[in-house]
């Protein structure tokens, strides 16, 4: 006859965080001691780097001049009228916001009062009446109403010696 052994494990009373604890130190030790070991090495690196990119000072003094007149080419050419412009823009933006809001306003006033003068003379004015008809009525171009005219050289008196 065999028999089967089970073992439970009884839950235990600590948490999982406290578990975690003792290797968050360690490795928070770690990374702090090891800060001045990755300096030291950074540094001694540089060091290393500049001492080979020495002679770029004596290329920087032999272009002084060329880099001096470009300097100077530059700040008359772009800089100087650059900063005029924005001068003059930021003196000039509250005139044109004004000036912008003068016309909006005024454009939509406009409108307003000529859609409404539109709808008052469409709808308020407007009579069944067939005696109130426009006096000239042209058709094909040709006026019926109108009398026809004289020629200009009979209208101008004309005083000859």
Same mark, same amino acid.
């Given at each position: 006859?065999?028999?089967t052994v089970t073992t439970t494990r009884s839950p235990?009373?600590?948490?999982?965080?406290n578990q975690l604890l003792p290797l968050i130190s360690?490795?928070?030790?770690?990374?702090?001691?090891s800060i001045p070991v990755i300096t030291s090495t950074?540094?001694?690196?540089?060091?290393?780097?500049?001492?080979?990119?020495?002679?770029?000072?004596?290329?920087?003094?032999?272009?002084?001049?060329?880099?001096?007149?470009?300097?100077?080419?530059?700040? /008359?050419? &772009?800089?100087?009228?650059?900063? *005029?412009?924005?001068?003059?823009?930021?003196? =000039?933006? !509250?005139?044109? @916001?004004?000036?912008?809001?003068?016309?909006?306003?005024?454009?939509?006033?406009?409108?307003?009062?000529?859609? /409404?003068? &539109?709808?008052?003379?469409?709808? *308020?004015?407007?009579?069944?009446?067939?005696? =109130?008809? !426009?006096?000239? @009525?042209?058709?094909?171009?040709?006026?019926?109403?109108?009398?026809?005219?004289?020629?200009?050289?009979?209208? /101008?008196?004309?005083?000859?010696?």
């Open positions: 006859m065999s028999t235990s009373s600590e948490p999982p965080i360690q490795s928070a030790s770690f990374l702090l001691s950074l540094f001694s690196v540089f060091s290393t780097l500049v001492s080979f990119v020495s002679p770029i000072p004596i290329i920087l003094y032999a272009l002084a001049p060329v880099i001096v007149f470009f300097q100077i080419a530059v700040g /008359l050419l &772009v800089v100087a009228p650059y900063k *005029l412009a924005i001068y003059f823009f930021d003196s =000039v933006y !509250p005139i044109y @916001v004004f000036f912008g809001v003068a016309c909006i306003t005024g454009s939509v006033i406009g409108f307003g009062g000529r859609s /409404l003068a &539109v709808f008052l003379t469409a709808f *308020l004015l407007r009579s069944n009446n067939p005696a =109130v008809t !426009p006096a000239v @009525v042209v058709e094909n171009g040709q006026v019926d109403d109108e009398k026809p005219r004289q020629p200009i050289s009979s209208r /101008l008196p004309i005083d000859s010696p």
